[in-house]
């Protein structure tokens, strides 16, 4: 009888004594035989033996290989294991990139990797970074071949100015007559000298003008006279760069420049039509207003009424034409379509007559040398170097730097020319233990084809700077990444923001940045990044500020 089938049972000890749960009936287990209970060890050992080789083989990497006196019964079992075939994994090729030619593989790697993915060349990027303490620079890359860097070069032209001009210099600007002055009546001409004071604006003019009525004039018998020959004349036109002639990037520098060059322009709706003014007028130009007001929302082109500018021989017109919202506040238009020199004129003579008081009976604008009878009536002085770098850094500002170039010409002479400046810069530099020899420097702006310097140059510069007096003067002026200037939105919550200063630069085929670093361990980098090449404006930002961030990131 199968008492575990049948009866059903449930084992109460070890010895083998079962119950029958129906009947309460106790059974004894029959006893086994000699042959079984040798077989039943000979099987758990075996058993045992194998559990343990395979927990073995699974904590380690390389197959166990049994002893000689390892349990005779598990030899068959392994021999078999031994004679299976196991399949080979089939492993994928992988395909191994060619290391990219030149130096490119001084860059760090992830530089590298970033610049494949985008598929751009290292042949055109050169990298200099060097902390500020160390004797040898921590990375270079193509470090010493000269390139376009763009609006980068006005660091060589700022830093030069600190040193040729001095941070505390003052531009002047002057009034001289011929004549004499008699019951507020000047009986002969009336001089303004300018300098090429780069920031000359209206509320200076009048500081001028006040000047000018306390010295006891109110009326001018003779003509306006203005002498801008401290600068040589500019022979070149405003559009000769691009093409753009009226932008306001394009402003061509004069030792009489006044608002930068740029004329402003108000249209202003009112109840029937809509006004239209300058602030600078200029005779020579004229205003021509064909704007229609309409009772629509101020979006669109009812927003924004077109401005185009018709030239005739040296007069110009500027036509306005469109319909503009009446719900629209007044709209300001900047153009650069004047001389400096008209400008002033314009200005001066509005100023004089409407908020002066006075009147000038001469009509005529000449521009000329004052001559050495002349008697000095009134100066005032602009503002120093350092207060006008951070315009010019910050903004980028092409005409003011072009302003600050030609001043430190005029230290080698009047008048001032390109060609002075770029000597007079080489040669300060060269006294500074710096070689800047084959440095091309056209305007000092970096608004130029053909300027070029090596990352290398720049990198020595600012380490020259950081060691000098003049150290914070070219610090502050600088853009904060993140925060003011043309890096106001750039990186914008990285870990670069609020750490680095640096000056951008960027043309058709050229974008570069150049400046300093504080890094994770608090040491100073200085960074030189100049990449030419087509499409280069547009593709390699983002490699740019991963090299920064790198530079960040060091803990050495």
């Not at 203005?226 to 000769?240: I, W």
């Not at 400046?515 to 983002?542: D, E, F, Q």
Request: glycine share 8%; proline share 4%; hydrophobic share 35%.
């Amino acid at each position: 009888m199968n008492y575990k089938k049948e009866v059903g049972w449930k084992r109460k000890s070890l010895i083998g004594i079962y119950t029958d749960r129906k009947k309460n009936i106790r059974f004894k287990k029959q006893p086994e035989s000699t042959f079984m209970t040798i077989s039943k060890t000979i099987l758990k050992s075996f058993l045992l033996v194998f559990f343990l080789g395979l927990v073995e083989m699974a904590c380690t990497s390389t197959p166990v290989i049994p002893e000689s006196h390892a349990i005779k019964e598990n030899t068959q079992i392994q021999t078999k294991v031994q004679q299976k075939k196991i399949p080979v994994a089939q492993v994928k090729k992988i395909k191994i990139k060619k290391p990219l030619s030149g130096l490119l593989t001084k860059l760090p790697k992830e530089i590298i990797d970033l610049l494949r993915s985008k598929k751009i060349s290292g042949k055109g990027m050169s990298a200099y970074i060097h902390e500020v303490k160390s004797s040898r620079p921590l990375l270079t890359f193509n470090a010493d071949v000269p390139r376009n860097p763009a609006s980068v070069m006005k660091l060589v032209t700022t830093y030069a100015a600190l040193g040729v001009l001095g941070s505390n210099y003052h531009w002047p600007i002057e009034l001289y007559k011929t004549g004499s002055i008699e019951k507020g009546v000047l009986k002969g001409n009336l001089y303004l000298k300018g300098y090429g004071y780069p920031n000359f604006k209206p509320n200076d003019l009048r500081l001028l003008l006040k000047g000018l009525r306390t010295s006891g004039i109110k009326k001018i018998t003779g003509n306006l006279v203005l002498d801008n020959t401290y600068f040589s004349p500019n022979k070149k036109s405003a559009g000769d760069f691009d093409g753009k002639t009226y932008a306001k990037y394009n402003a061509l520098p004069d030792a009489l420049l006044y608002n930068e060059g740029i004329s402003e322009l108000y249209l202003t709706p009112k109840s029937k039509s809509a006004g239209l003014i300058s602030l600078y007028p200029d005779e020579n130009v004229t205003l021509v207003n064909h704007v229609k007001l309409k009772n629509v929302k101020c979006r669109g082109r009812y927003a924004s009424p077109v401005m185009s500018v018709k030239s005739k021989a040296q007069k110009k017109a500027i036509h306005f034409n469109g319909s503009l919202s009446s719900r629209c506040s007044q709209r300001k238009y900047t153009i650069v379509i004047s001389k400096a020199v008209n400008m002033v004129n314009g200005s001066f003579r509005k100023i004089w007559t409407t908020e002066m008081g006075g009147s000038i009976e001469g009509k005529k604008l000449i521009v000329a040398k004052i001559p050495n009878n002349a008697h000095l009536l009134y100066r005032i002085k602009g503002k120093a170097v350092k207060e006008i770098l951070p315009l010019i850094n910050k903004k980028s500002n092409n005409v003011m730097a072009r302003q600050l170039f030609l001043s430190i010409a005029a230290k080698a002479g009047t008048p001032a020319t390109l060609k002075k400046g770029a000597d007079k810069i080489k040669q300060w530099y060269l006294s500074r233990g710096l070689d800047f020899s084959k440095l091309q420097i056209e305007n000092g702006s970096g608004l130029s084809r053909t300027s070029r310097i090596s990352a290398r140059q720049i990198g020595e510069l600012l380490l020259d700077a950081y060691k000098s007096p003049n150290k914070n003067h070219l610090l502050k002026s600088l853009p904060i990444m993140g925060v003011d200037g043309t890096l106001r939105r750039r990186m914008r919550g990285t870990i670069a923001a609020k750490k680095s200063f640096m000056k951008t630069g960027t043309l058709r085929d050229s974008r570069c940045i150049a400046g300093y670093v504080t890094a994770n361990n608090g040491k100073m980098y200085i960074v030189a990044i100049l990449h030419n090449g087509s499409n280069a404006k547009s593709k390699v930002l983002a490699v740019h500020n991963k090299l920064i961030e790198w530079t960040v990131k060091q803990n050495i």
